[in-house]
């Protein structure tokens, strides 16, 4: 991670930290969602931004999430934080299967697949499939969430336990996408065929990257589940999901910090027209297309953020497993 | 005794055309074998059955005694076999240096949860993985490049970084396809320079390759397909003169040999 990145997110945790005494409920409240649409955002990267396969059905992944958290809740009275890994660990699984058959479809029909899934999940929460989800109405009655015996009732404690959560989150994402496992899904996205060749098993890391966005997505799922005590199908809408494929594409594929901006502007930014009333939806699309034409790589474009000189490490390259370099030309 | 790879009547065909039919031939231990044939003639389909990239037909292929034919790509590399492409396909929008890391993936082990968490043999291994990917610049003659962007390299540049990825797998046979296209005649000593010394390190070579003179200097043996068959086999003196070849292949471009 270089200095100014660094630097950046210094800066940007201490502006949360300190958000409270500036800001009024409302406002904290706003944050507090994007922080969740940051989550989600930084799910859906590892899946469309770094190993580049088009997902737009990952509100799918996040109602699963969701569900999970909020059915372990209510009926079986699992601590709402308790059920985080457990409803993380069942979006996976749905992922993996539900990517299975249709993970070597590339591009746009992938996109298809995935709307086609996302509605799938939604209808199916409608009409209370196995009487567990509660119909149009969903679930409510959901805990709040309890961190060391202290309840998290108030926006401004769930501003710090959701970007408490966000900052984890970038730090192993930073992580990841700076050894094997990220590699391997950043040649996927670059070139499959060549990725295959140079012995990267691409079928298996397309599954894994859509079980491990699955898995964060379900996670934010969970919190948003214990913020809002509410879960309903309408909150997972196929809307949602093109807002996430937004916010990865304007921040900037595959980057993290671009990610991170890009959800953050997209939550915000209406609340900010919010005196255009009707208008700020036409204002907002108008931004998003001048966006795309004056700047395509994002906001915060990836090149240049992840392999430096401080990376290469290590002293000066001694060919250890090969012979002295010889003179050549024969 | 029985050699690292044996092609034993291969066949692929595509609907009605045979692109492949009935090819047979050995790769020696230790050996740089070329495969030549005008264009069209099924070189590259014939590479593509070896590393998996196309099913085959008919026929078995044999690496280390063990069949190989039909397995997927992945597991090839895995095996021993890494390739160049025709084509180069590196990942253009990333640096030298990852693209040689692509190649050190399957020796490499740290999966997801230790990628996320980094434990100390990750580190140590990540960190291995890099010194071993530079050296392989190093050995390519890229040692200075690692931090640029593939695409910003020159032509055999990248030609020479393909082969660098190739080698970080630690392969016991590298498939060169065409690793002369494109490269002026300097660049063509240095590459049989860099194939004599990739010898030396007791990879096996078996390569595709237009440039007669590069044939003729870096190879032991020459297998020759025309339309898909196999017409020759042999020394490079033996194949320069077999009356088949000349009138298949060489006869049409006078001098070039």
Redesign the interface.
């Known amino acids: 991670m270089s200095k100014r990145l660094l630097a950046g997110y210094a800066l940007g945790a201490v502006a949360l930290a300190l958000a409270p005494r500036f800001l009024d409920a409302y406002q904290v409240d706003v944050l507090n969602s994007a922080g969740l649409y940051v989550l989600l955002a930084l799910s859906l990267n590892l899946i469309l931004g770094d190993a580049g396969l088009f997902n737009m059905g990952h509100a799918a992944f996040y109602a699963v999430g969701a569900y999970t958290a909020a059915i372990l809740n209510t009926r079986f009275e699992v601590p709402i934080l308790w059920a985080l890994p457990a409803s993380g660990a069942v979006a996976a699984l749905f992922a993996v299967l539900v990517a299975r058959p249709v993970i070597h479809l590339r591009g746009d029909y992938l996109l298809v697949v995935t709307i086609g899934l996302g509605e799938i999940v939604r209808i199916a929460l409608v009409n209370d499939v196995g009487g567990y989800t509660g119909g149009s109405n969903g679930i409510f009655g959901i805990a709040r969430p309890e961190l060391f015996g202290a309840k998290i009732r108030k926006p401004q404690e769930f501003l710090f336990l959701i970007w408490g959560f966000v900052a984890l989150t970038v730090f ?1 994402f930073h ?2 996408e700076r ?6 899904l ?2 996927l996205r ?2 499959p ?10 079928a298996r890391y397309r599954l ?1 990257a859509f079980g ?1 966005g699955a898995a964060w997505a379900g996670m934010a799922g969970t919190l948003y589940a214990s913020k809002m005590t509410i879960i309903s199908p309408e909150s997972f809408s196929f809307w949602e999901s093109v807002q996430l494929f937004l916010m990865v594409i304007l921040g900037g594929s595959g980057s993290i910090p671009g990610v991170i901006i890009g959800a953050t502007i997209v939550v915000v930014m209406p609340e900010i027209f919010r005196d255009l009333a009707s208008a700020r939806m036409l204002f907002f699309g108008l931004v998003m297309m001048v966006m795309m034409i004056i700047r395509p790589q994002g906001l915060l474009p990836v ?1 240049g953020l ?4 401080a ?4 002293p000066p ?7 002295a ?2 003179e ?3 | 005794m029985s050699a690292l790879l044996e092609l034993r009547h291969v066949t692929r065909t595509f609907g009605g055309l045979t692109a492949v039919g009935d090819v047979s031939f050995d790769v020696e231990q230790g050996s740089v074998v070329g495969l030549i044939g005008p264009n069209g003639a099924g070189k590259t389909t014939t590479f593509n059955l070896i590393t998996g990239n196309y099913k085959v037909s008919r026929g078995t292929i044999a690496f280390e005694g063990r069949p190989i034919a039909n397995r997927r790509t992945n597991r090839i590399v895995r095996l021993g076999i890494a390739r160049t492409f025709q084509n180069i396909r590196l990942f253009q929008q990333l640096t030298a240096v990852e693209n040689v890391l692509a190649g050190r993936h399957c020796r490499t082990g740290a999966g997801l949860v230790a990628s996320l968490l980094w434990p100390p043999w990750q580190v140590r291994e990540e960190r291995a993985a890099v010194a071993r990917a530079r050296a392989e610049l190093e050995f390519v003659g890229l040692g200075g490049r690692a931090l640029d962007l593939a695409k910003n390299l020159a032509y055999g540049d990248q030609r020479r970084l393909e082969i660098a990825r190739a080698l970080a797998a630690d392969p016991k046979l590298l498939v060169l396809d065409e690793p002369a296209g494109g490269m002026n005649e300097h660049e063509t000593d240095e590459l049989v320079g860099l194939i004599g010394r990739i010898r030396a390190r007791g990879v096996t070579v078996l390569l595709i390759e237009h440039d007669m003179s590069l044939v003729m200097r870096a190879c032991e043996k020459i297998v020759v397909l025309v339309y898909g068959e196999k017409v020759a086999e042999g020394p490079p003196e033996a194949i320069q003169r077999d009356p088949r070849v000349i009138e298949a292949y060489l006869g049409t471009e006078e001098g070039v040999a």
Request: glycine fraction near 6%; proline fraction near 9%.
């Open positions: 192993l992580r990841l050894s094997r496992f990220g590699r391997a950043t040649y670059e070139d065929v060549a990725a295959e060749g140079s012995g990267i098993d691409t894994l491990l090149r992840r392999f430096r000189k990376h290469l490490a290590a390259p001694a060919p250890a497993a090969s012979p370099q010889a050549v030309s024969p």
